[in-house]
C-alpha cells in the first residue's frame, strides 16, 4: 500500500535522486547538457543537483507530493498552481541555482529556462487557467506497478479537485509516456518538435478535465 503525503524539505534530496534516476536519459534533459559530459557519472551527478534545484524552487510556491511504501519513498510529483506565481531566476538563484552553472555554463542554463519556457508554452496558452504538472517521478525497480497511475489518481487529481481545480495540463517527450497519459484519462491537445543543440525533440501536450467535487449533504 502506498500512503501518501507533502514532502518537505528533509525529502528533497532523495526526490531529486528519484527524478534524476527515474527521468534517466530523457530526451528533454540529454539534448540540452548531455553534450557538456564527459562520462555517464558526472551527468548524472548534475542531473541530480538540477531536480534538486527545480525542487526547492517550485515547492516554495507550489505543492509537492512523495509516495511512501515501507517508509521509503518510490513517487514523487510537483504540481503548479495557477494561482501562484511560476518560480523566477530569483526563485532559482535562492533554491541553489547558481551551483548549476559549472560546468555546462551560464548561457547553457539560461538557454534551458527558454527552451523549458517554449516547451510548455501551448500548455500556458491554451490552458492558462490549469494546474499544471511539472514532474511525475517513480523508482525505476518499481516502474510497471502503477506507482505513476497511483499517484495521479489517488493524489493529485484528487488534491487538484479539493482545490477547486478544472483542469490539469503537462507536457512529456516520449511516446511511452503518452500512452501513459492517455490512459489516465488525459487529452492530448499540441504536438510539436521542439530542436534543441542539433537534436529533434517530439513535445506533446495533454490536458485533463477535472470534476467538480460533489458536496455530500
Same mark, same amino acid.
Given at each position: ?8 524539505t +528533509?525529502d ?6 528519484l527524478? %534524476?534516476?527515474?527521468? =534517466?536519459?530523457? #530526451?528533454?534533459?540529454?539534448? %540540452?547538457?548531455?553534450? %557538456?559530459f564527459?562520462n555517464?557519472? !558526472?551527468y548524472?551527478?548534475y542531473?541530480e543537483?538540477?531536480h534538486?534545484?527545480?525542487i526547492k524552487?517550485?515547492?516554495?510556491q507550489?505543492?509537492c507530493?512523495? =509516495? ?5 519513498i518510490? !513517487? ?5 498552481? &495557477?494561482?501562484? +506565481?511560476?518560480a523566477? /531566476?530569483?526563485?532559482?538563484? +535562492? %533554491? ?6 559549472? #560546468?555546462v555554463?551560464? !548561457? ?7 527552451? !523549458? @519556457? ?7 496558452r491554451?490552458? &492558462?487557467s490549469?494546474?499544471?504538472l511539472? /514532474?511525475?517521478?517513480?523508482? *525505476? ?10 499517484m495521479l489518481?489517488d ?6 479537485q479539493?482545490?477547486?481545480?478544472q483542469?490539469? $495540463?503537462?507536457? $512529456?517527450? $516520449?511516446e ?5 497519459y492517455?490512459k489516465n =484519462?488525459?487529452? @492530448? ?6 530542436? +534543441?543543440?542539433?537534436?529533434? /525533440?517530439?513535445?506533446?501536450?495533454f490536458c485533463m478535465d477535472? #470534476?467538480?467535487?460533489q *458536496?455530500?449533504?
Amino acid at each position: 500500500m502506498i500512503d501518501y503525503r507533502e514532502a518537505g524539505t +528533509k525529502d528533497f534530496n532523495c526526490i531529486a535522486q528519484l527524478s %534524476a534516476k527515474s527521468f =534517466g536519459h530523457y #530526451p528533454y534533459f540529454d539534448c %540540452a547538457f548531455h553534450n %557538456a559530459f564527459k562520462n555517464e557519472e !558526472s551527468y548524472n551527478t548534475y542531473m541530480e543537483k538540477l531536480h534538486r534545484v527545480n525542487i526547492k524552487a517550485n515547492a516554495q510556491q507550489n505543492k509537492c507530493f512523495v =509516495g511512501v511504501k515501507d517508509g521509503e519513498i518510490v !513517487s514523487a510529483a510537483l504540481i503548479q498552481n &495557477p494561482a501562484k +506565481k511560476k518560480a523566477d /531566476v530569483e526563485d532559482y538563484v +535562492k %533554491a541553489g541555482g547558481l551551483s548549476l552553472v559549472y #560546468p555546462v555554463g551560464l !548561457s547553457k542554463i539560461l538557454d534551458f529556462f527558454h527552451f !523549458s @519556457e517554449d516547451a510548455r508554452a501551448d500548455c500556458d496558452r491554451k490552458h &492558462p487557467s490549469a494546474w499544471y504538472l511539472e /514532474v511525475l517521478a517513480v523508482d *525505476n525497480s518499481m516502474k510497471g506497478c502503477g506507482l505513476g497511475s497511483g499517484m495521479l489518481q489517488d493524489c493529485l487529481i484528487p488534491y487538484v479537485q479539493k482545490q477547486g481545480g478544472q483542469e490539469l $495540463t503537462l507536457i $512529456t517527450n $516520449t511516446e511511452g509516456n503518452r500512452k501513459f497519459y492517455v490512459k489516465n =484519462g488525459f487529452q @492530448e491537445f499540441s504536438q510539436r518538435t521542439l530542436e +534543441k543543440n542539433g537534436q529533434r /525533440v517530439g513535445n506533446w501536450s495533454f490536458c485533463m478535465d477535472i #470534476p467538480k467535487q460533489q *458536496n455530500i449533504a
